[in-house]
């Protein structure tokens, strides 16, 4: 028995900062609120390098039992804490990039209304994100996961006052909702066929059952139905239209909930399951279609998105999508590591966006920006390595992950490979667009920025572009020196290796090590396929800013539909929303409500009232009809005697 | 010998009378008549009835319901001439409050 690290102290801490800078927070100045939100905050990632440090010593995997939860005949459920390598390393990343998140949030957010608000919720996030790596059952994680979509909601919505973040809240919760529908269901599956929720003991009764090659079996309806969840959460194929407009949220929220962690927990869970979607090859052949499919169809959209942020959230689809695509050719630990790295240079590159409209003055349309390098140099900087990272140039973090994931599709399927590297292709042409968009050329905001003035951002006024202060410039030098670095443990399969006692040697044994040299063709290519896409954005957005124009207006329609983003959220609204809304009014509530219960209700009312109001008549106050009615009633009562009596 | 039915029907038309003269005279002296009117057809029925079991009860009772109507007589014309002299009328639709 090792001893125990106190693991309960890792969410905890996020959760008493949450609830002393919400129950509280209105009262302390910001200063306060700052201190408190990144004490707890920066305890919890103190606590995780704790754990790292005391790692090596621990008898894996280490388990912590904190409390019984409830028990239902045999069926019993803890608070329990589980911990592995996979744990381990989420557990960094998330108290990592979440803890630089909070910094940058300081200065990001300064300015703005609901200051402890804010922090209190990034708290609760923390807190619920952490339940759910931490957790040590299915029951526990699945709290964390709601609690997630909650804090996600509360903070997609955080400028409730505006129409459209209160409607992209709703629908983030919503359409996670029919996610969590599915992620339920696997759930009863669970109990009901192992008894169980608790990961040691689930993944024991089901390490022996056989691999399910063909049909529809037990294991492959559960892996389906946690891949439904995995869907909702980390916004794939057909789930994934809530992530687009969450980025109606903060900029800080779209770097931490949205990019860098709660959108990376399907992978996560399908990854922790995968003892399950071992044993169901088809339900492994849908996450990896579904993933390259996201991957590619993600892609497209960025091309033609104009607002930075959706830019990015069309490509943190995309990247999910290749976390899928590993997944699901069983290469896990190929998903995690880009996960890991993901979380670095798309939380970079969303704070460095951040940081861009920061710079000039709350406007989010790259048409509008251009030639910024030379204000914030800063801030070109960091965004540039990240950009480098995404398109996957090597020496950077992106390149590692992304080749370890083509690599491994390769060998599972050439299809798969391909689509990834076409992929690859277009996630650098669209990021190289939005590095070549915002950054080159001459600056396009100042004309219009006048008359933009009544919509202006609270950031800053119409000055020139302006440097942000150094609390949100430090955590992006980190976060760009992580993600410069952070693909090097990976290098000769160390990371790999480190996951194998989670994974298990199942995971790569069925497929052995490329050649060296279709690796090395193999890398080539993918390196090619992102010179090109950088290439072709260096024309198009630099030399020959008329093209795009041309090329859109050739491809007419093609390019009118994927501008619309293939007509989906309008599909999604006359197919499921429309009609739920229409049946809801016409049948539920004006027939059902109204025309049932409500009428119910009434009429009883209104025949209680006719009943009184004719009997009140009696009541005239008149002595003599009283005596009238003594007399009726007695000559009633008379007539019945004698009726009887003469039958 | 008399049947008891002509002393039960006599009863009832005295009865009767004295129902409809309460309801629809408005005097309040007629009333009071009308009220000892009813009784006094209860009282009929009374003996008739004892006259035909040869049983003393029933001439019992009518010497009760008597007391009580003379004491009743005595009362309600008290009250009579107390509200005479209040509200100097004696109909019954316009003392329709206890209190003045």
Known sequence: MTPSLHLWLIPALPLLGAAINGFFGRRFSRQTVVAVALAFCGGAFLMALYVAARFSSLELPHTEFLAHWFRSGNFLVNFEFYLDQLTLVMLLVVT??????????????????????????????????????????????????????????????????????????????????????????????????FGSLNF????????????????????????????????????????????????????????????????????????????????????????????????????????????????????????????????????????????MTHAFFKGLLFLAAGSVIHAVGGEQDMRQMGGLKQYIPMTFATMSVATFAIAGIWPFAGFFSKDEIL?????????????????????????????????????????????AHALAHSHGGHRDPHESPMVMLVPLMILAVLSFIGGWVGIGGRFEHFLAPVFGEGATVATEALSHSTEITLIAISLMAAGLGWYLAYLLYLKRPDLPQKIASILGGFYDTVLHKYYIDELYAALFVKPLVDGSTRILWHGVDQGVIDAAVNDTADGARHVSDAARQMQSGNLRSYAGWVAAGGALVIAYMIWMGVR | MVPVSYYLILSGILFACGVIGFLIKRNLITIFMSIELMLNGVNLSFVAFAAQWHHLSGQIFVFFVMVVAAAETAVGLAIIIAVFRTRETLNVDQVNLLKL
């Not at chain 1, 996030?125 to 339940?131: G, H, N, R, S, Y």
């Not at chain 1, 579904?290 to 960025?302: E, K, N, R, S």
Request: proline letters at 2%; a neutral charge; glycine letters at 10%.
């Open chain 1, 407 to 451: 690599a491994r599709a390769y060998q599972a399927n050439p299809v798969y490979w391909f689509i990834g590297v076409t992929t690859a292709f277009i996630t650098s042409f669209y990021m190289f667009r939005l590095w070549y968009m915002t950054f080159f050329g001459d600056y396009r905001g100042r004309e219009v920025a006048d008359q």
């Open chain 1, 96 to 193: 990592g990039v979440g803890f630089l998140i909070h910094i940058y949030s300081v200065g990001y957010m300064w300015e703005e209304g609901g200051f402890y608000r804010f922090f209190a919720y990034l708290n609760l996030f923390m807190f619920f994100m952490l339940t759910l790596v931490l957790a040590g059952n299915y029951l526990q994680m699945f709290i964390g996961w709601e609690g997630v979509g909650l804090a996600s909601y509360l903070l997609i919505g955080f400028w409730f006052t505006k129409d459209s973040a209160a409607s992209a809240g709703k629908k983030a919760f919503i359409v996670n909702r029919i996610g969590d529908f599915g992620f339920l269901i696997a759930l009863f599956l669970l109990i009901k066929h």
């Open chain 1, 200 to 339: 040691q003991q689930v993944f024991s009764a089901v390490s022996p059952l056989g691999v399910e090659t063909a049909g529809f079996g037990l294991l492959t309806s559960i892996a389906l139905l946690l891949m439904v969840g995995a869907a909702g959460k980390s916004a794939q194929i057909p789930l994934y239209v809530w992530l687009p407009d969450a980025m109606e949220g903060p900029t800080p929220v779209s770097a931490l909930i949205h990019a860098a962690t709660m959108v990376t927990a399907g992978v996560y869970m399908v990854a922790r399951s995968h003892l399950i979607f071992d044993r169901a090859p088809n339900a492994l052949t849908v996450v990896a279609i579904i993933g390259t499919l996201t991957a590619l169809f993600a892609a497209t959209i960025g091309i033609t998105q104009t607002d930075i942020k959706k830019v990015l959230a069309y490509s943190t689809i995309s990247q999910l999508g290749y976390m899928f695509m590993a997944c699901g050719v069983a290469a896990y630990s190929a998903g995690i590591f880009h996960l």
